[in-house]
């Protein structure tokens, strides 16, 4: 007999706010919509106003009545972070769910963000580290608030090295796994740091497997390097069995991660199939250094110090 397709029962999340960084495109917008759908207001937060507001028209044709926002956010750029902390912050409203999803993949050469770091450390931790830290006040205002901050498989291949960060010496995909080494320390000790601090935020981490999104070939390409040679490799690579998902099935460990009864604080959740590619959510194996806690402390301490934000003290991990 055929295998049923996978998902998660999602539920009613009616009167309840949700921000999700990249949330025009992929996993953002496969997110945006199974939240819409279960009621939540989301907040889209994108780099560009235009894609935004094309996503929202496509999660409104399936849910007309869908509660969408558009704000702008740069992760690239700390103002543009602090700017839309100020500007959530000053509403007032509470954030019941934080996505920590948006991000860039193996640029082929070394770029830096507006801050001077490394594009790939920079965007996809320091600035949802940023982000997170403004936002504080409004999970701690929730009911019962999730962060879930997206890492990747890649964080396998990936290194953290303290003496390097912003990678001088660059590798595209070492490089980039090592920002998901950061994902998962992030999440973890935000988590640590919530209960001893009673912060009332439960913190966890999640990946999507093999899911074809943009994130392929945007990364890749960026500064228009070999488009159709990436896009013909990709093309070739899709078509292989059983290795990838498509991003409804790719969003389902997140939807879990972020809104299950049953997920846990400081937990990893993955696709089930082989080698953690395809397939439903399920408990994922994290890489030995991205359970490091010395880590995981050394890397809030030198992120509160380079982004400028600062968290609430909490007690030292035991």
């Known amino acids: 007999m055929a295998r049923s397709a996978p998902d998660v029962t999602v539920p009613d999340l009616t009167g309840r706010r949700a921000v999700i960084t990249g949330a025009n495109s992929g996993l953002g917008l ?42 702008h956010l740069d992760l690239a750029s700390l103002d543009s972070v602090a700017a839309l902390g100020a500007e959530l912050v000053a509403e007032g409203r509470p ?41 504080l006040p409004l999970l701690r205002a929730a009911a019962a608030p999730r962060v879930t901050t997206v890492s990747s498989i890649a964080a396998w291949y990936g290194r953290l090295n303290f003496g390097d960060l912003q990678s001088e010496r660059y590798g595209p995909h070492r490089s980039y796994g090592g920002s998901k080494i950061a994902n998962l320390l992030f999440a973890r000790e935000l988590d640590r740091r919530s209960r001893e601090g009673g ?36 093309g ?34 993955g696709p089930d199939g082989f080698a953690g590619l395809t397939g439903g959510p399920a408990v994922a194996r ?16 030198v992120s509160e110090e380079l982004t400028g934000v600062a968290f609430p003290a909490a007690a030292p991990a035991a």
């Open 30 to 71: 496969g997110l945006t919509g199974r939240f819409a759908r279960a009621g939540a207001e989301v907040v889209l937060a994108v780099r560009d106003r235009g894609k935004g507001a094309v996503a929202v028209e496509k999660v409104r044709a399936e849910v007309p009545d869908a509660r969408l926002t558009i704000r």
């Open 95 to 135: 954030i019941d769910f934080l996505i920590n999803n948006a991000g860039v993949m193996a640029l082929p050469k070394r770029a830096v963000t507006r801050d001077g770091f490394e594009m790939q450390f920079g965007g996809n931790h320091l600035g949802h580290f940023a982000l997170t830290a403004h936002l």
């Open 199 to 234: 912060w009332g935020i439960l913190s966890n981490a999640a990946h999507p497997g093999a899911t074809i999104t943009n994130l392929q070939v945007t990364g890749p390409t960026h500064g228009g390097v070999a488009v159709a040679r990436t896009r013909l490799l990709y």
């Open 236 to 269: 070739f690579l899709y078509r292989i069995p059983g290795m990838w998902q498509e991003v409804p099935t790719g969003i389902l460990p997140l939807l879990h991660a972020a809104t299950s009864p049953e997920a846990e604080g400081g937990a990893y959740y």
């Open 286 to 301: 994290a890489p030995r250094r991205a359970l490091n806690d010395a880590d995981a402390a050394r890397l809030w301490a």
